[in-house]
């Protein structure tokens, strides 16, 4: 019988075209990468691999063998979320991928709420910047802002809840100065390469200065109350904030409609379901708020 941990080394190896590339995706070192190849062609009798310069190329039967190994991957895999999706119990691991500033400046409180509730349930949150792939059980449930429908995958299932929407904000004491004539440069705040959105030019206030760029989100916001300038920002971290204030004159901007969405039987699971109902109620409670519309602070 062939080992599948083997074979997924084989597929990740000729996924990445490298074992080093692979040793970093499957977590491993080096050498177990070399280790677990070296086992399945001599299982298989053949060699699967031409090591190049520019680094491993399939070999005909390693041709052959991927289309097999392939197969062994989707039905791994449709097994898996078949016995995932009949466990109706409340406990157990639940992975949840989400964009980071829905977890840290919205959702925080919420998710708290849910893990009180079923403390039996093993909350693993993923708010990375790349999208998790739900077909290949990366996370449980998704929470994504979707600009289009159409674009959603067909084998997702998704619950729809709130638009979101964007304005530029500044701190309350930099626009106190800038009112008063204050001549400290206005500059815009960034992340990393990011530019100067087109709509964000319609208020007011005008960038004088170089633009002052951030690593990160966090260090976009404490620039922001620092008054360094003025930055785009979610309507629910901005109107949150006392201690920024939104730019006269510039309107709020539509980023997509968020959605919860989960994968074939997965959504069956009795864990997934609490989460999704329970998640879709708060964010039906945040509407206003991520809609830009809730009430001002001036």
């Known amino acids: 019988m062939i080992d599948w941990d083997d074979v997924r080394y084989f597929l990740a190896v000729a996924r990445g075209g490298s074992v080093r590339a692979a040793a970093g995706h499957l977590g491993v070192n080096h050498s177990t990468v070399l280790r677990r190849i070296a086992q399945l062609e001599k299982h298989l009798g053949a060699h699967m691999f031409e090591k190049l310069p520019s680094g491993y190329r399939l070999t005909a039967a390693g041709e052959e063998i991927l289309g097999f190994a392939n197969q062994m991957e989707a039905s791994s895999r449709q097994l898996e979320t078949r016995v995932f999706g009949r466990d109706q119990s409340v406990r157990g691991r639940l992975r949840v991928t989400l964009p980071p500033f829905l977890a840290t400046h919205l959702l925080m409180p919420?998710?708290?709420?849910?893990?009180?509730?079923?403390?039996?349930?093993?909350?693993?949150?993923?708010?990375?910047?790349?999208?998790?792939?739900?077909?290949?059980?990366?996370?449980?449930?998704?929470?994504?802002?979707?600009?289009?429908?159409?674009?959603?995958?067909?084998?997702?299932?998704?619950?729809?809840?709130?638009?979101?929407?964007?304005?530029?904000?500044?701190?309350?004491?930099?626009?106190?100065?800038?009112?008063?004539?204050?001549?400290?440069?206005?500059?815009?705040?960034?992340?990393?390469?990011?530019?100067?959105?087109?709509?964000?030019?319609?208020?007011?206030?005008?960038?004088?200065?170089?633009?002052?760029?951030?690593?990160?989100?966090?260090?976009?916001?404490?620039?922001?109350?620092?008054?360094?300038?003025?930055?785009?920002?979610?309507?629910?971290?901005?109107?949150?904030?006392?201690?920024?204030?939104?730019?006269?004159?510039?309107?709020?901007?539509?980023?997509g409609t968020l959605w919860l969405l989960t994968q074939g039987e997965t959504r069956k699971t009795k864990r997934v379901r609490l989460f999704i109902e329970f998640v879709s109620r708060r964010l039906a409670a945040h509407a206003l708020l991520l809609a830009g519309l809730s009430l001002s602070r001036d």
């Open 110 to 255: 919420d998710l708290a709420d849910f893990a009180r509730m079923h403390p039996d349930i093993e909350m693993e949150l993923l708010p990375a910047g790349e999208v998790a792939n739900l077909t290949n059980r990366e996370a449980d449930v998704a929470i994504r802002i979707v600009q289009d429908r159409e674009t959603l995958p067909l084998n997702l299932h998704g619950v729809i809840g709130p638009a979101l929407f964007s304005s530029i904000y500044m701190s309350r004491d930099r626009l106190t100065s800038w009112r008063a004539g204050v001549p400290d440069p206005m500059r815009w705040i960034v992340i990393n390469n990011d530019g100067l959105p087109g709509w964000a030019r319609e208020g007011e206030v005008r960038t004088t200065g170089a633009p002052f760029r951030t690593p990160d989100a966090e260090a976009q916001i404490v620039a922001a109350r620092q008054g360094i300038g003025m930055t785009k920002l979610p309507c629910f971290v901005g109107d949150a904030d006392p201690l920024l204030v939104r730019v006269p004159g510039t309107d709020l901007h539509g980023h």
